[in-house]
Every structure is written in C-alpha cells, then in structure tokens.
C-alpha cells in the first residue's frame, strides 16, 4: 500500500524559511505529476505548485519567486523550498502524486507564519 509523509512544517516568522519534504513509501510506477496544496482554515484546499515528469512547474501566483518545487524520481520524493514566508502562507500543506490510474495524497503538515 502506498502512502506520502510529508514533513519539514513548523512554526516561522514572516520572512523566513522552510523546507518541506514528501516521501512515498511502497512502490509506485510513472509518476506524472509532483504537487502541492494547501488549505488554510476555512478556505478551500488549493494548488501551491506543482513539477510535471518532463520538467514543467506550475506556481500559484501568491507564491511564484519566493516557492521551489523540486522532485528525486529515483527517490519518489518532492520537496518545497519555502522563503520570504508570509502570515498568508499558513494552512496545511499536503503532497499530491498522479500516476497512472491512481491519484496519492499525504495527511499533511501544519505550516504557521507569524507576523
């Protein structure tokens, strides 16, 4: 059975940094798109970024310039460089893996931001 962790959430002041990290365990074939959301309380879940198998990125525009999305294929990993953190960017953050035929999610990581 496959299952995402993600880790690397915590609590930051506005203008730092943190790395988040989402790891699959099992085995899992083609994966075609790398992504993450979040959702902040009371707000629906949405697409912070996403990295596609031929190398395309995707970010929303709230985080374009200050997010990086990265990918290991070989280690079925994706990762979320997060700078100039803003109190805006605080929600749960969730990793999302589409491969063919099966759609993967992580229970998520609480990212707070204070001001």
């Known amino acids: 059975q496959v299952q995402l962790l993600e880790s690397g959430g915590g609590l930051v002041q506005a203008g730092g940094s943190l790395r988040l990290s989402c790891i699959a365990s099992?085995?899992?074939?083609?994966?075609?798109?790398m992504a993450w959301y979040r959702q902040a309380p009371g707000e629906q879940r949405e697409l912070v970024a996403s990295?596609?198998?031929?190398?395309?990125?995707y970010y929303a525009n709230s985080v374009r310039g200050r997010f990086t999305i990265s990918r290991d294929n070989a280690k079925n990993t994706v990762y979320l460089q997060m700078n100039s953190l803003k109190p805006e960017d605080t929600a749960v953050y969730y990793c999302?893996?589409?491969?063919?035929?099966?759609?993967?999610w992580g229970r998520g990581t609480q990212v707070t931001v204070s001001s």
């Open positions: 099992g085995s899992i074939s083609r994966i075609n798109i």
């Open positions: 999302n893996f589409v491969a063919v035929g099966h759609d993967y």
């Open positions: 990295s596609g198998s031929v190398g395309t990125t």
